[in-house]
């Protein structure tokens, strides 16, 4: 199946800082999805983004479909960012189940 | 327009005890998913349901667990005798048909 590599694994900033991570996929891309997990263990939808380019507020993700991977921009970072941020996708053909990376954890210090 | 539900939200069970974890998936959705968090790691696939059908169990272990997601009420995924290693936050995801996933709460096992 298709494995997730995540990086980097660790990310400590400032608040106010801008953040890149990354998401490289060994197999073609087919539902690409960006989540966090806050501190209290929710995983909240970030984006949907099997190609292309979104924004939502002060995050957004870029998937570049051909050359397997994905980044989620963080910028102004603020301590509620605060969490590790997962990437997954699936093998294709239809509903399957996700692929997850090992995520990254970010900690924003005020 | 409610989410994932998922309940209990905590689960302790004694060695040996079976536990029961209950699903309900969004409105309009009839794609559900279980995936298990062991602490400090990501999310593993166990199983993929439809109404009444079991699609993909690959990532189920193959004794004491079992998924159900029946005509009415929710999905159940069932661990019987359970063991400390079952241990773990269990979620659930749910789809429709743009395929992408939303997620429950979770249920966190903790076995004693």
């Known amino acids: 199946g298709i494995q997730v590599e995540q990086s980097p694994p660790d990310l400590i900033l400032q608040e106010g800082a801008n953040s890149t991570l990354r998401c490289n996929f060994s197999?073609?891309?087919?539902?690409l999805q960006w989540f966090h997990q806050n501190p209290w263990g929710q995983l909240i939808n970030l984006f949907y983004i099997p190609s292309g380019t979104k924004q939502n507020g002060r995050l957004s993700a870029t998937t570049v479909a051909t050359e397997r991977y994905s980044l989620l921009y963080i910028s102004s970072s603020q301590t509620t960012d605060s969490g590790v941020y997962f990437c997954a996708d699936d093998s294709g053909g239809g509903a399957d189940g996700l692929t997850f990376g090992k995520g990254t954890h970010l900690i924003i210090q005020p | 327009n409610a989410g994932v539900m998922q309940n209990p939200r905590h689960l302790v069970r004694r060695r040996g005890q079976e536990a029961r974890l209950r699903c309900s998936p969004m409105?309009?959705?009839?794609?559900v998913y279980w995936y298990r968090q062991l602490p400090e790691e990501g999310l593993k696939f166990m199983v993929y349901?439809?109404?009444?059908?079991?699609?993909?169990e690959s990532g189920m272990p193959k004794e004491r667990f079992s998924a159900e997601f029946p005509k009415e009420g929710p999905s159940i995924l069932r661990i019987q005798q359970v063991v400390r290693g079952d241990s773990a936050a269990y979620f659930c995801?749910?789809?429709?048909?743009?395929?992408?996933?939303?997620f429950g709460p979770g249920t966190r096992l903790l076995v004693l």
């Open positions: 197999d073609s891309v087919n539902n």
């Open positions: 349901l439809q109404k009444e059908n079991i699609i993909d």
């Open positions: 409105k309009g959705h009839s794609h």
């Open positions: 995801a749910s789809s429709g048909a743009l395929e992408t996933q939303y």
